[in-house]
């Protein structure tokens, strides 16, 4: 497999390596083996990031000058979707995305988000008109501005990199912010090409800058700890996003959380193709590693042994179609890491120690070579007691339960901590959406709706997050209000 070049840091304008030199190694997750070097950033790193930021954010008109930097933001988008090719590359090598995966949810809908963005950008009202009023005796004239709230600490996981970091970055940067960008360390390519790409587009000095380091938590505990960032904007695990939330009260930070979730899929008993729809339904894609991903899938008693069956044929017919580096129609790698091989594979054990029906997969592949693959794994006969209907596993384990009716579908599907994705198939589209507005989540999709798309809003309820990310919404999160008052 291909090494990719070094990836480097991005500091006021500056693409350059650590101090002292200091890297790691980025493991490939098809091979176990090393994929390239990363800058190790150092403390003293990070406080030049978070600087830069400050200094670029209360020194320049960066923040002021909204038509300018729109256009700078734009030739930024344009130049990463020049370098689709490299994205790809990164994603496949770095992130283990299958081609069929890297190329969809990867790269050419994080390229499309971000467009998207640059889009809904135009819809910000940056002052508004409220109307003069006569208090106390005399009159004022009233406006209220929208102000970008300051320099924002991006932190972003591993499993779509590309996707988050341009969520993140893009909005931050085009409601006028500035951002120190750090990346998961099991992913430093995407957050270093950036950085390289933000010097090609000629962005302002310190307006972006992209810290890689190999400990996953200093960097992000130094911006969640410093008074000069504004705003931490996270995605990640629900764990740390509560951990943050607590650190960041010290400096009464604002705060928006993109967590975990366990989404459920429900299909009604008189969904159209209901075999096909149960099919389509396995847990597949880059591994099962997506956020919203619906993992919970919600058959009815009344069809549930045609659904195992469906999914005993459709989970044997794909047991040879996956894996595959090179094959364009392959969706389904190796999960990121060893650690996280370990993690899922205990939910595996725990799941039949819980009593679930194992209906296929369940076994790492050896056979495939050293890296960190998981068999795509259904559980059937689970109740959602269990904890592998209840906590997050991030792989690719789909777990299938029962309902009675409409109504314990959705009394299933709201028992959950977590509140981020959901779906649901029906016949009937007013009760497929009776279903869809009782789901507690941000976002739904019915009959197979898209309902993740970059100018929509996205984020969860619950311990999936706060706030939403994407979307108008997502470009308002950076902003805050102030009423201004002249007296005429
Ligand atoms: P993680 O929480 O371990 O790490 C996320 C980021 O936080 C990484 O950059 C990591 O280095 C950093 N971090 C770790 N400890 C920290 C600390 N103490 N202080 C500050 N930063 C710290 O998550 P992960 O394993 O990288 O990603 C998987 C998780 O992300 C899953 O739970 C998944 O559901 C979630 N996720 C959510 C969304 C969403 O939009 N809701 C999208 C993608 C992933």
């Known amino acids: 497999m291909k090494e990719l070049p070094e990836a480097k840091l991005y500091i006021d304008g500056v693409v350059r390596r650590a101090e002292g030199d200091r890297t790691y190694d980025n493991i490939c997750p098809w091979t176990a083996e090393v994929a390239g070097q990363a800058a190790d950033a150092s403390a003293t790193d990070v406080l030049a990031a978070i600087a830069a930021a400050r200094r670029a954010f209360d020194e320049t008109d960066w923040s002021r000058q909204h038509t300018e930097r729109h256009a700078l933001v734009k030739k930024y988008m344009a130049l990463l979707r020049e370098n689709r090719e490299r994205l790809v590359e990164i994603s496949r090598i770095e992130a283990g995305a299958a081609i069929g995966a890297a190329c969809r949810a990867h790269v050419d809908f994080a390229l499309n988000g971000g467009d998207d963005l640059v889009e809904c950008s ?4 940056w002052e508004e008109d409220r109307g003069s009023r006569e208090e106390h005796g005399f009159v004022s004239e009233r406006i209220v501005s929208h102000d970008p709230l300051g320099v924002v600490g991006a932190i972003t996981p591993w499993n779509v990199p590309l996707y988050v970091n341009i969520g993140k970055v893009i909005a931050a940067l085009l409601a006028g912010c500035t951002v120190v960008l750090k990346p998961a360390p099991d992913t430093p390519h995407m957050g270093a090409i950036m950085g390289e790409l933000a010097v090609a587009a000629g962005l302002p000095p310190g307006v972006l800058n992209v810290v890689t380091s190999a400990d996953p938590a200093m960097a992000g505990e130094m911006l969640v700890a410093d008074p000069r960032v504004d705003v931490i904007s996270f995605t990640g695990s629900t764990g740390v996003g509560r951990h943050i939330m607590e650190k960041g009260a010290a400096t009464l930070k604002r705060i928006f959380l993109e967590l975990g979730g366990k989404s459920v899929k429900i299909i009604l008993e008189d969904a159209p193709d209901f075999a096909m729809k149960v099919m389509m339904s396995m847990v597949i894609f880059h591994a099962g590693q997506g956020c919203a991903y619906p993992t919970r899938l919600l058959v009815p008693r009344s069809r549930y042994q045609e659904a195992v069956e469906a999914l005993q044929m459709s989970y044997a017919g794909y047991a040879s179609r996956w894996g595959g580096y ?49 068999e795509p794994t259904c559980f059937v006969d689970v109740s959602n007691e269990m904890r592998i209907a209840q906590e997050e596993i991030f792989g690719p384990v789909l777990v299938v339960i029962p ?12 028992d959950s901590v977590y509140g981020l994705g959901g779906a649901v198939t029906s016949g009937d589209r007013e009760r497929a959406m009776r279903v869809a507005r009782a789901i507690r989540a941000g976002c739904v999709s019915v009959n197979d709706g898209m309902s993740i798309t970059g100018d929509l809003p996205f984020g969860g309820v619950k311990a999936s997050g706060v706030g ?6 997502g470009i308002e999160e950076f902003l805050d209000t102030k009423a201004i008052a002249i007296r005429v």
């Open 468 to 473: 939403r990310e994407w979307g108008r919404e």
């Open 122 to 125: 135009k819809a910000i009202v």
């Open 326 to 374: 090179d094959d364009p129609e392959n969706v389904m790698g190796p999960v990121i890491s060893k650690r996280q091989q370990e993690r899922v594979m205990a939910y595996i054990e725990l799941g039949q120690q819980e009593g679930a029906r194992l209906l296929a997969g369940g076994k790492t592949c050896p056979d495939k070579g050293k890296g960190f693959f998981i």
């Open 403 to 414: 309902f009675e009716d409409d109504d314990d579908a959705i009394r299933i599907a709201n």
